[in-house]
Each structure stands twice: as structure tokens, then as C-alpha cells.
């Protein structure tokens, strides 16, 4: 009440000075301001100003649109906005009579603490407003020693941006390149380039030393966000590492979580604790330490509940030690109201064996967690790098060709390879010697009639004593005794070659950091008018944020993934040497199955091929998802660009594209392999920006939101194995036929990697309730242009219809891949258009629009 008083007051005094000045007797412009509410955060109202920049008049000194006196907030009421609270004020502007129309705001934050500006909508007339759609940090000026800048939701072309807004437009993105020099503060919104610096810690000492990536011949690599720490001690070219849990790197204030969100990701990953820390205490009390005895205790120790009586006293003091202090209270919270379990994952879910046939392990290569790696095979037998052969000849798999020669099978593009060897074997010696198993892998499939596809033989590979020589060993299909029980040990070593490559080449790689360049390049070269900016914007949200956390707790030295992945120190240095052959146009889905050999150019498909075969899952929902993205893509470009030329000479997009090509990914910039298309023309820019945001929406999807449905069960995606495969006549041998499953179990990742492996997938796989879908914006108010609002909704439309389409597949039963023996159907490319939020956790289905977990 108080305050209600003193805004009156402070308005009334301004009023009269207004008049004073000669101003207009009556307010020009009212408007709403609308912030998000955050505990501990001082109140806006007491210390913000906002002043407007006109449009259509420029101040004759500065070259800036006309600046109008400040305005302060009033009358706070407490609302809600797409289910997050916020509190909306009042603003009134007095302006001069030749002020025009806004274009642009400065908000001053006199405060001590920032808080979270969602939007400013402004009423120019009885029938026309003007909508800031901000969702941006505002700290206090006192830090950041100028105002915050926000333009209106009109997009413009450089060359058609109004001249009262030129100046500003230019300064504010020099201002976001900064000057490259010193440590970023946490209020500075800079945004500039540096390598992989920052996974090492030699200051440990040098088993935590880790080479850099980026910028050097020996090892290629994506740029990250700069964020300029001190040098270790050790390494004058390794940046330092926080004490602590390493929330706190530096991200730019718009590219970070928002509060909901954050906390949602705290309190996920201390529930994943929770049930990391659970099977771990309960292992000490059954005097079971390293290894899961049985696949019963192993389901019964991970999905079913446990007497928290007996475990809750453990549980607290062994997880106080494990996370920061000032979490403890959640810490309680989740310990309290936790059923201490995992879900059980639908791998298992009906048939608790179902992943251990041959039909599943076939099918999850075109339907599971990494579906675009299996590719045909062009000639038999399989050669590898340096012209090396195969092992794997013709007698190996002609009885199960159908009546083929192997031959003939390659020629009708029936036999297709998982290929885990080339790349994996310039590393496995030194991998190994890390006390680890680890085979390279080679797995050849047959395409039946129906059009699933049936294992024909593995090979796998250790380093020989020569130079280049190898030992191999090659495993086939066998449904009875010992040779059944060998060849699921086989299969189990592909499956953690396949898991490795899923989790840091596929998902990290290209996706989280072939993705990060693009969006500095963009915050620095691309205006907030721009349209491709709009565009472009909400496939970036949280990327930067989730990025620095993954190197800041995931890929760093003795990190959880060098903890649980086969290649241990060498993941990050090995995804390097994959970079080299990286290709961003062949990122696009069609150029991608074109290269595999799975599908044909066919100019008469929207997609512009045809599959091979149609009972491809993600090929076939990728697809159909890719067309959508394109048709509004296509569309989109062509409203702002009438022709080619005005591409050409669009000085931002080709600012934009020279620094994502010559600087973001600048070990790529020699274009001779084409990597690149040339931003010469309206299709080649719907193309590049189709792929990008494919990368970002879809691909991240079907990548990342089934891993705990698959690898949720570990036997089904392990990790690393600790023993190799027996070889007859041995005393591992004997071992092994007295009993298959104990040996198996011993081969496998023990209790404490699984479980924390699996703790760690369960957070990576959940939606969170801020999520924003393929087809949807979190504001209706992105842009004020109907025309392309009308383009927008019939995008969602054509989702919708993908929707359908993939619901009929799932439903006929004819097409075998949709959900295998396992009944596990296929929705990881589902955009589930109708999901505003409302669904989180482990869904399995929805496109986010960016790589935002």
C-alpha cells in the first residue's frame, strides 16, 4: 500500500515537470511490463527506469532514434504467464508531440540484484501496440555501466533497418563481440570463441592433464564460448577448474537456464543421486561390493523399491558428501519423498529378455538410441584403413543369405555393415591399457524380405604385435549352448562400441558442440531484428548453458563419462579425430542416407530421395520431419529475400556465415572436401538453415530421449566391458561354461559404473516442464508480421500431419522395425505439437526445438 502510494506521488511530480517543460498535458504512450518472479531478487519497481528510442525520429547529435525521458514501473500485480508466475506493471511514457512511434527501449537497473524482464508491450493507438519480447536478464547498471538494450518484434534487413535505428543496431552488436581480452563476469553479455582449453586439470597432476582441442592440425575440434579463466599453474595454456561442483562457468545471461528450469535441473540430478547412491549403500549391507550377481538382483536392486528405514541414515550422510552444501535442503526433500528407484525402462518392460534376440539387436540399428550409423555395404569382404581386409569371408554368411552369394547380396545393397573399427582401433591399444576390454568392431546385417535385419557375423579386433597387424576374431549367429552364450557376448562387445560412439560422437559431437559455434556466430553477427535471427533464435535456448555444464562435470578429466565410457581419457581427444571427417552439409538427413546407401536421388520426393527400404524408422520419420522444417524454412527465406542478390548482399548473414566457417568450426574452413555451401542464394540459405536447425530440434530428439528406454537397462547398452571373450581351452574358458550369466556380469560395467551411468541417463532423457517443441514458440508475440505468423501455423499444421503418420506406422504391424520384439515403439521423432510443457520426464516422444539437455 505504501508503495502504491509513493509510485503515485513519484508520478505526479513527474507529471508537473513534464508540464514544465512543456510537454504534453496528457501520457503518450501506456504500456505493461511483465517480469518473472524469483525468490531472493530485489523488486524491480523501486529502481527500474525505461526510456524509449523512436523509430521514425533521430536525435541530430547522437544519430539515434529520439530518446524519451525515463519512465518508472508502478502498480505490481502478481500473474502468471504460460503457467510461470511473474508480476506485470504499469509503465507511462510523456513524450513530445513529434516522438513518433518506439522502436527500441533502454531499461536502467538502479537495483543492487537483477531480475528476469519477460516482455514490454507498449499501446500506440486504440488498435496497435508494440511488443518487446525481451526473456533476458537486466543487472544492475552499476556492474554493467549501460543500459539494456531490447528492439521491438519488427524484423529488418540491414539494408531496410529505419536510419533512427542504424547506430543502434550496429553498437549493440559490437558490443556483444566484445574485445576478446579478460575474465567474463557473470553480468557481461560477450560473446567470443575458444577452444577446448578447459577439460584438463594439470594442476592435479598429470593424470588429469588432457590435450586441447581446437586450432591445432593434430587435433580439430568446434569452438566453445570464451569465457576467459586464469591459466593453470602447470599448463599456461589449460584454463583453471572451480573447487566445487562448477555451476558457475561463465554462460551469457540471455543463453542460460531460466530459474524454473534450473532448479528442475538441480533437483533432477539430486534425485539421480539419490538413486545412484541407493543400490550402492544397499550393496555394503548385502556384502555384495563390485558386480551384480544375477540379472535378478540387478532388476531388483535398481527398479524396486527398498526399506528406507534401513538405508535413509546412509543415504544422507553419503549424499551430503557428494553435493554442495547449499543443496542439502533439497537434498532431504528428495531423499523423503523418493521411491529410492529407477523406472523400469520399456526395453524390459514387457519382456524382460526380449533385448538379448537377434531381431532386437537388428532392429535397434535402425530404431534405436544411434540410427544413423549402420550404412550399406559396398564391397565384400569389409576394408578398413591402410587397405586392411576384413576377417569375415563368403562361407562365414552365405548360408544366411537367402540364397545369395555374398556378391549378389552386395550388388542388391542387402547386406549393410555397423562399422566400430577404424576409428576405434587407432586408440584401443592405449584404451586399454587403462585396465579396460574393449574390442573394435565390425558387424555385418542382411535385409530380409520382410525388412528386418538379421546379424550375419562380428568381427572383432585387438592391436597385434606389428605395426598395423591385428588379431581377429570373428563370432556367428547361434541359438544353442556355449556358442549361443559366446555369440550374446559378441554382440553385448558392438553394443558398448556402439554405446561410445553413441554418446560422444553422434550426441555430443555432432549435435551439443557442432551447435555451439552457430549460435556465437549468430548473437555476434546477426541483430535481434534480424529475421533469420528470429528464426534461428529458439533452436539456441539452453544449448550454451547445458554445454558448459557437460565440460564442466560430464567430459572433463575424471568426469562421469570418463568414468563410465570405454575410452575413458581419450573420449574427447578420439571424437576429435571424427571431427576430421565432419561434413556439415552432409548433416542434412537426405545427404546423410544418400551417403549410406540407403536411400536414391529422387527428385519427384519432396525430400528430394526414396528409401530403399521403407521400414527404416528414423529414416522414414526423419524424413517426413525434415520436409516440414524445410517447407518452412523455404518459405520463410523467401518472404525477406526476393532474389538471390539480396543474399549476397546481406553484410550480416555473410558476417555470419564467414565467422561460423572461418572461426566457429575454423579447423573446417578449407572448403576443398565440401564442407560448406556457398550463401549465394535464397535455396542454398533455406538449406543451410534447414540443416542447422534439423541438427538442433530432430536429430538432438532422436538421440537423446530413448537413452534411458534402451540403455536404461544396461546388459541391453554397456559401457565398458572388464574381460574379453574366452577363447576355448582356456581356465576363463572353464569359467565361463560353468556359468554364462556370472560371467557375463563380470564382463560388464560393475555395480558402481552402471548405476552411475544410469543416474546419469535419467536426468540427459527427461523433458523438462519449460520445454519449448518443434512448431511452437514460447511467445505468440515473437514477431508482429501476420503474414508470417500464418506461415508458422501451417507449419505446426504439417507437424501435426506428421503426427498422424507416424501413429499409423506404429500401428501396423507389418512394418516390424516400428517396435521389435521388445514392444518398444518408435516416437523419438514424434513432435507431439500438442505437449505446451504441461508432460515432463521421461517421455520418449517430442522434438524440443533446441539441444537443451
Not at 274 to 282: G, S, T
Not at 406 to 434: G, K, P, T
Not at 599 to 606: H, I, N, T, V
Amino acid at each position: 500500500m505504501l508503495q502504491d502510494c509513493w509510485d503515485n506521488l513519484r508520478q505526479k511530480v513527474i507529471h508537473h515537470l513534464n508540464l514544465l517543460a512543456g510537454y504534453e498535458t496528457q501520457p503518450v504512450l501506456r504500456g505493461e511490463v511483465v517480469v518473472y518472479r524469483t525468490s531472493g531478487r530485489s523488486n524491480p519497481a523501486k529502481s527500474t527506469a525505461i526510456s524509449l528510442y523512436s523509430i521514425t525520429r533521430a536525435d541530430e547529435n547522437t544519430g539515434f532514434g529520439k530518446l524519451s525521458r525515463e519512465a518508472s514501473l508502478r502498480n505490481g500485480k502478481k500473474t502468471k504467464h504460460d503457467g510461470v508466475e511473474t508480476t506485470t506493471y504499469d509503465v507511462v511514457f510523456y513524450l513530445e508531440a513529434d516522438f513518433g512511434t518506439p522502436g527500441a527501449i533502454a531499461v536502467k537497473n538502479r537495483g543492487r540484484r537483477e531480475f528476469l524482464l519477460k516482455s514490454v508491450t507498449l499501446e500506440v493507438s486504440e488498435n496497435r501496440s508494440v511488443h518487446f519480447d525481451c526473456n533476458s536478464w537486466v543487472y544492475p547498471i552499476i556492474k554493467t555501466n549501460v543500459d539494456r538494450l531490447f528492439f521491438a518484434n519488427t524484423s529488418y534487413l540491414p539494408s531496410q533497418t529505419p536510419a533512427a535505428l542504424q547506430s543502434l543496431r550496429q553498437e549493440e552488436l559490437a558490443s556483444l563481440r566484445g574485445n576478446g581480452r579478460g575474465e567474463r563476469k557473470e553480468w557481461e553479455r560477450i560473446y567470443d570463441y575458444d577452444r577446448y582449453n578447459d577439460l584438463g586439470d594439470p594442476d592435479k597432476g598429470l593424470h588429469h592433464e588432457r590435450p586441447i582441442l581446437g586450432g591445432t592440425r593434430s587435433y580439430p575440434y568446434p569452438r566453445r564460448c570464451r569465457t576467459g579463466r586464469p591459466l593453470s599453474n602447470q599448463d599456461r595454456a589449460t584454463e583453471t577448474r572451480k573447487k566445487i561442483i562448477n555451476l558457475d562457468f561463465y554462460v551469457p545471461p540471455d543463453d542460460r537456464f531460466s530459474p524454473v528450469k534450473l532448479s528442475e535441473f538441480i533437483s533432477n540430478s539430486i534425485r539421480a543421486i539419490v538413486h545412484f547412491v541407493i543400490p550402492e549403500v544397499k550393496s555394503v549391507f548385502e556384502g555384495s561390493i563390485r558386480n551384480f550377481e544375477s540379472f535378478g538382483q540387478m532388476r531388483k536392486d535398481l527398479y524396486s523399491s527398498h526399506r528406507r528405514s534401513i538405508l535413509e541414515g546412509v543415504v544422507m550422510e553419503k549424499l551430503k558428501a557428494l553435493v554442495p552444501e547449499e543443496f542439502i535442503k533439497e537434498v532431504v526433500r528428495v531423499v523423503k519423498e523418493n521411491p529410492l528407484k529407477f523406472p523400469i525402462p520399456e526395453v524390459i518392460a514387457t519382456d524382460e529378455n526380449a533385448w538379448m534376440s537377434d531381431e532386437e539387436f537388428g532392429r535397434e540399428t535402425l530404431a534405436g538410441l544411434n540410427p544413423a550409423v549402420i550404412r550399406c555395404l559396398e564391397r565384400f569382404p569389409p576394408v578398413g584403413r591402410g587397405g586392411k581386409v576384413s576377417s569375415i569371408t563368403a562361407s562365414h554368411i552365405e548360408k544366411n543369405l537367402e540364397g545369395l552369394s555374398a556378391d549378389q547380396a552386395v550388388e542388391l545393397r542387402r547386406i549393410f555393415i555397423l562399422d566400430h573399427h577404424d576409428y576405434i582401433m587407432q586408440y584401443l591399444r592405449r584404451i586399454n591399457e587403462q585396465g579396460v576390454c574393449v574390442y573394435a568392431s565390425r558387424t555385418l546385417l542382411f535385409l530380409r524380405h520382410d525388412q528386418t535385419l538379421k546379424p550375419l557375423a562380428i568381427e572383432l579386433s585387438l592391436p597385434g604385435d606389428g605395426k598395423g597387424a591385428e588379431i581377429n576374431r570373428v563370432f556367428l549367429p547361434a541359438s544353442q549352448g556355449g556358442e549361443r552364450a559366446l555369440w550374446q557376448l559378441a554382440k553385448t562387445h558392438v553394443a558398448v562400441n556402439d554405446s561410445g560412439h553413441h554418446q560422444l560422437i553422434s550426441h555430443w559431437l555432432h549435435t551439443h558442440a557442432a551447435v555451439e559455434p552457430f549460435i556465437i556466430a549468430t548473437r555476434r553477427q546477426l541483430s535481434a531484428m534480424h529475421p533469420i535471427y528470429k528464426l534461428l533464435d529458439p533452436h539456441f535456448k539452453d544449448t550454451m548453458h547445458i554445454n558448459s555444464l557437460a565440460r564442466s562435470i560430464l567430459l572433463n578429466a575424471g568426469g562421469i563419462l570418463e568414468m563410465t565410457m570405454f575410452p575413458g581419457k581419450f573420449a574427447l581427444e578420439m571424437s576429435s579425430a571424427i571431427y576430421r571427417n565432419w561434413r556439415f552439409r552432409e548433416q542434412a538427413l537426405p545427404l546423410d542416407l544418400l551417403k549410406r546407401g540407403i536411400a536414391l536421388e529422387d527428385p519427384g520426393e519432396p525430400s528430394g530421395v526414396r528409401l530403399r527400404f521403407e521400414d527404416y524408422p528414423y529414416a522414414i520419420d526423419g524424413l517426413d520431419v525434415w520436409v516440414a522444417i524445410k517447407t518452412w524454412v523455404t518459405n520463410y527465406c523467401a518472404y525477406f529475400y526476393p532474389d538471390d542478390r539480396s543474399v549476397a548482399s546481406d553484410v550480416e548473414i555473410q558476417s555470419w556465415w564467414h565467422e561460423v566457417r572461418t572461426i566457429g568450426h575454423g579447423d573446417k574452413r578449407n572448403d576443398e572436401d565440401g564442407c560448406w555451401l556457398p550463401l549465394d542464394s535464397v535455396a542454398n540459405l533455406s538449406q543451410t538453415l534447414t540443416t542447422l536447425i534439423w541438427i538442433a530440434s530432430a536429430l538432438h530428439a532422436s538421440l537423446n530421449f530413448g537413452q534411458f528406454a534402451y540403455a536404461g537397462y544396461p546388459p541391453n547398452r554397456p559401457t565398458r566391458c572388464r574381460k574379453f571373450i574366452p577363447h576355448e581351452g582356456t581356465p576363463e574358458f572353464a569359467e565361463y561354461l560353468r556359468d554364462p550369466d556370472k560371467y557375463f556380469l563380470e564382463m560388464v560395467p560393475d555395480r558402481f559404473t552402471t548405476t552411475l551411468g544410469l543416474a546419469l541417463i535419467e536426468v540427459l532423457s527427461g523433458h523438462t516442464a519449460d520445454e519449448v517443441y518443434l512448431g511452437q514458440r514460447a511467445s505468440s508475440e515473437w514477431t508482429d508480421d501476420s503474414h508470417v505468423l500464418h506461415m508458422f501455423q501451417q507449419f505446426g499444421d504439417d507437424l501435426r500431419k506428421v503426427e498422424k503418420r507416424i501413429e499409423e506406422r506404429n500401428g501396423n504391424r507389418g512394418l516390424k522395425n516400428r517396435c521389435g520384439p521388445a514392444q518398444v515403439p518408435y516416437t523419438l521423432l514424434y513432435p507431439d505439437t500438442s505437449n505446451l510443457g504441461a508432460e515432463k520426464g521421461v517421455t520418449g516422444r517430442g522434438i524440443p526445438n533446441s539441444v537443451s539437455i
